[in-house]
């Protein structure tokens, strides 16, 4: 039994797959409580699926790229999960996660891009091929300077209409798109680590001088 959860976007998303298909999957309503929903969506998504967190054989979690406090939430869980357990821990691009879903739902016949929100008026952006093959990124970046007619899945066509004016399904990703992604070898497995894209904003202040 696979776990998955991703916290990489504004809502929380939870999994649970059995090796053969989804057969749970829970997102949170409400926007920017990821230390409040994570735990109850993942004892829900448990209940749901009639386990218990002894049966779980994996975790996979989504490591972004994205806001550094959601991130954290959702890689200290799995990790520590993943210990407690003694199960192996696997991280994915929260845009390949995206990407996946573009081509199991067949949004697209070709090659598309996804961008998420990335604050600051930057989006994370990457290129992928029709098989949702990663081409190139991620990176943060102005939408300005990025602007294309191609489709564009995730949060930046509806945040950047002007820039990506041609948005297609999925805007963020899901719980259950990575789990069936890590089951069926679909998507690179990464070390549960954040994959951020930039320096978090809070950052530890210069070492006072000594006093003379």
């Known amino acids: 039994m696979l776990l998955a959860f991703d916290t990489a976007t504004p809502l929380v998303t939870v999994a649970v797959h059995d090796g053969e298909r989804v057969v749970v999957e829970h ?8 230390g409040e929903h994570l735990a109850p969506l993942i004892a829900r998504s448990l209940e749901d ?6 049966d779980l054989t994996a975790i996979a979690v989504g490591v972004g790229p994205g806001p ?16 407690v357990l ?11 996660a995206i990407a996946l879903e573009v081509v199991g739902s067949a949004a697209v016949p070709g090659s598309f891009l996804v961008a998420t929100d990335a604050r600051r008026k930057e989006v994370y952006l990457a290129s992928y091929d ?4 990663r081409l190139e990124g991620p990176v943060v970046t102005r939408p300005a300077e990025v602007a294309t007619d191609s489709p564009v899945a995730g949060a930046g066509p509806s945040l950047y209409p002007d820039d990506f004016p041609r948005a297609i399904a999925p805007d963020r990703p899901s719980a259950g798109w990575i789990a069936s992604g890590v089951s069926a070898e679909l998507v690179d497995l990464l070390d549960p680590e954040p994959l951020y894209l930039r320096r978090p904003d809070a950052v530890a202040g210069a070492p006072r001088k000594p006093v003379s």
């Open 27 to 34: 997102s949170s309503e409400v926007p920017m409580k990821h």
């Open 49 to 54: 699926a009639g386990i218990v967190r002894q």
């Open 68 to 83: 550094f406090t959601g991130l954290r939430v959702g890689i200290v869980t799995a990790r520590t999960l993943g210990f």
């Open 86 to 96: 003694e199960i192996p821990v696997y991280g994915v691009c929260s845009l390949d």
């Open 130 to 133: 029709s098989e949702g093959r």
